[in-house]
């Protein structure tokens, strides 16, 4: 068994820019192996991973470093960690952790393609949409391979352009755990296959298309009762304001999606996840999103502090 | 200024078809950088030799680490368009000049047939196929569903053979309401009436002829070759035995890349 770690850095590193990676490193992996690539804060421009062989234990890693994460940067867009235009993924098995993408215009951020019935993961990731970008996250691979998309945070889709959709799954079974999605005419939409979301927040025009979604929150109607109409606003976030957006749950601990999520720590890997995008272990009543509040409150406590929120935020 | 990184050594995969469209192989341009950046340890020998071309951009150089991608063209043969009746040839325009990546039946006929269409046949270098827009409507394709007549039947009311506009009625089972609305509205349809689970809905044939285009290029087109240029095996050992750098003057880069697409 052997993982094969090489760095993606502006200077200093094995390689300048992913695509290099890409290009050095494709090979048949063997199950046990893993091919990595850990980036370092850049911006980068596109790849596309084809050529490769994997297999279940046997896989690609693309992931942010994790020195570069600080309290600071994590949880919201940062220009000082790795940013990528786009990501076409072909090949199966291929795990996306601590990424984020700033998608150009007209373009999608991650696509994937591929003949195999193995899954993709994309965890921890967020997705900047520029206002004319298409898609932050299409899968249209076999009608039996896997998306797997947990704790990530999208954001900056045009709401009224039909065009411009979060996640779209084309073909094949999407699962979208503990994510946020603020924008896009779709949040998360049924265009072929299927997708089981829980515990995610989407503000857009149409939130859930077709999915089968268990306490999920959203904008509109099509959330879980009792989570639904739910602004993308600062009673919610900590900032929504255009260029400055933090998507960690409002820091009064009084956000409408605080403790109102289902722990989903006993569902089948890689969904058996316990920690939020920060990292942050998910303690107390999970919270719907990809943030879980610092401090777990009793849910009673939660329901009467935010019946006086307006009185308390004063 | 630009410097481009060149793969010196074969990649390699078993399965021929990813190994082709996959794989960077020697002599493949992998990416463009500015004059003067500073590469990783990994992007020099064995893996990779740089050219430097001080005469050139990266924007002008950005055209050579293209793949070499399909390109569907269509072209209407025949048309009755009283009875919303189309005979159509697809052809690959990025075939090159001995034939390679000509269209083949085996590459469309699945999607093709799909969505509807009749009398498939193959005649180098195109497909011919009947493009009935009463069929069409009522596919597996257009509804992005397999098996579509196991959960609609359909009733055209009207099709005005004019303005190009039909009108249907579609009986739907076991699909959620949400779904048949999206797949009317992302089809290009207007909705007119929804009673139960019944919907009826106009759409305009030329809109038709254009999502099949659109779903036929994103379903069935594919990178044919991971790169479109390349430089010879030759050019690469010569930088190679000069220790993996080499500075050219545009013509000279301009000598030295070949296009499959003329070969």
Known sequence: MADTLKTVKPSGGNYTSLAAWEAGQQCVISAGDTQTAECYSMADDTVSINGWTTVATGYIIIK????????????????????????????????LVNLQWEIYEDGTGCETYYSGTGATYISGCI??????????????????????IWNCIIFGLNASDSGRRGFEIQSGTGYVYSTTVVGGYYGLLVNGGSITAKNCYVSATSCYDSCTITTCASSDNTGTPGLRAIAADTDTFVNVSAGSEDYHLAADGLSPLQGVGTDTSGDTAPLNFTDDIDGKTRTGTWDCGADQHAAAVAKQDIGFLRKYKHYLRR | MAEILFKAIDATNPDPDKDRRGCYKKGYPVVVMQGGHTW???????????????????????????????????????????????????????ANVSGLNRITLAKVEAFLTKWG?????????YVQFTFKLWDVVRSDGFWGKENIDDFASFVLNSY??????????????????????????????TLISHSGNEYQFSIERSAIFELFKADVKQRAENVFCRRKFYVSEADINTVVSAGGTVTLTKTQLLNKLKNKLTE
């Not at chain 1, 298409?134 to 076999?142: V, W, Y």
Request: with cysteine.
């Open chain 2, 40 to 94: 990783g340890t990994e992007e020099a020998l064995p893996k990779f030799i740089i050219v430097k071309c001080p005469e050139v951009t990266v924007e002008q150089c950005k055209q050579y680490i293209e793949s070499w991608n399909d390109n569907f063209s269509y072209t209407v043969v025949s048309q009755d368009a009283a009875k919303g009746i189309y005979t159509v040839r697809v052809q690959n325009d990025t």
């Open chain 1, 64 to 95: 942010g470093a994790d020195s570069d994460r600080t309290s600071s940067n994590t949880g919201k867009w940062s220009t000082s960690r790795y940013r990528i235009r786009d990501i076409l993924v072909m090949e199966e098995y291929c795990r």
């Open chain 2, 117 to 125: 269409c009749t009398g498939i046949s193959f005649t180098s270098p």
């Open chain 1, 127 to 148: 997705f900047k949409g520029n206002g004319s970008s298409q898609k932050a996250i299409m899968h249209g691979s076999n009608a039996n391979a896997k998306m797997y």
């Open chain 2, 160 to 189: 005005d053979s004019t303005t190009g506009i039909g009108t249907i009625t579609a009986t739907v089972s076991n699909i959620p309401e949400k779904e048949v609305l999206f797949t009317i509205k992302e089809r290009g349809g």
